[in-house]
């Protein structure tokens, strides 16, 4: 399985980053993906959506096409978000709408919320709810919140909350066979002819 892991904060070192690059780590040393990527948002690299996108403009295609052909090459997507005053981060969601079918349509994704307290669900509802319509990407009915992000998946094992480390690391391997198995099944469906995008390219 190819991953793309998209780190959704604009922040740099943010916990969402060092929580792609645990992710990263166990998926390659666990077998469960022949390859994986990191596309970091760090540092708010993307303009905001403008109609120069569908002019396909250079200034455009010199942002997006790195992002595109990591994520056209991919079999699964692992979306990791913070919780910004209860929301996903701006830069995370103009991403999204700059994505289609061609990116990221009927590949499974894995959305992986990180919260510094107990939180962490808001942003997983508002993935879910209007980031998947006309791009097609299909998230996975389970997903992971990372809560007290501070306490796990640190380099250092010192840093880390032991019980907690241990939960969220089996349940992160639990997650990626899960997301591997989705890769193995959606594949078929990319490659049927049923659901060709030119006769309904956006969703209801």
Same mark, same amino acid.
């Given at each position: 399985?190819?991953?793309?892991?998209?780190?959704?904060?604009? /922040?740099?070192?943010? &916990?969402?980053?060092?929580?792609?690059?645990? $992710?990263?780590?166990?998926?390659?040393?666990?077998?469960?993906? +022949? +390859?994986? *990527?990191?596309?970091?948002?760090?540092?708010?690299?993307?303009?905001?959506?403008?109609?120069?996108?569908?002019?396909?403009?250079?200034?455009?295609?010199q942002v997006? !096409?790195?992002?595109?052909?990591?994520? /056209?090459?991919? @079999?699964?997507?692992?979306?990791?978000?913070?919780?910004? #005053?209860?929301?996903?981060p701006s830069?995370? =969601?103009?991403?999204? !709408?700059?994505?289609?079918?061609? *990116? $990221?349509? #009927?590949?499974?994704?894995?959305?992986?919320? $990180?919260?510094?307290?107990?939180?962490?669900?808001?942003?997983?509802? *508002?993935?879910?709810?209007?980031?998947?319509?006309?791009?097609?990407?299909?998230?996975?009915?389970?997903?992971?919140?990372?809560?007290?992000?501070?306490?796990?998946?640190? %380099?250092?094992?010192?840093?880390? @909350?032991?019980?907690? &480390?241990?939960?969220? #690391? =089996?349940?992160?391997?639990? @997650?990626?066979?899960?997301? &591997? %198995?989705?890769?193995?099944?959606?594949?078929?469906?990319?490659?049927?002819?049923?659901?060709?995008?030119?006769?309904?390219?956006?969703?209801?």
């Amino acid at each position: 399985m190819k991953l793309a892991i998209i780190s959704g904060s604009h /922040r740099l070192n943010s &916990q969402s980053e060092k929580v792609a690059n645990y $992710v990263k780590e166990v998926a390659l040393s666990s077998g469960v993906a +022949s +390859s994986a *990527e990191i596309i970091s948002l760090a540092g708010n690299p993307i303009p905001l959506w403008d109609e120069g996108v569908w002019a396909n403009e250079e200034r455009w295609q010199q942002v997006l !096409l790195p992002i595109q052909t990591v994520l /056209r090459n991919s @079999d699964a997507i692992i979306v990791i978000t913070p919780e910004w #005053h209860g929301q996903v981060p701006s830069g995370l =969601k103009n991403l999204m !709408l700059l994505l289609g079918v061609q *990116e $990221v349509g #009927h590949k499974p994704a894995l959305i992986i919320s $990180v919260s510094g307290s107990d939180g962490g669900a808001y942003p997983v509802a *508002e993935l879910r709810m209007n980031s998947y319509k006309n791009n097609r990407i299909c998230y996975l009915p389970e997903h992971l919140i990372i809560r007290k992000v501070n306490t796990v998946f640190n %380099a250092n094992p010192a840093d880390n @909350d032991a019980s907690a &480390q241990d939960y969220f #690391h =089996k349940r992160l391997v639990w @997650d990626l066979s899960l997301l &591997q %198995a989705y890769a193995k099944g959606l594949s078929q469906v990319r490659a049927s002819a049923e659901i060709n995008p030119k006769d309904y390219p956006f969703g209801m």
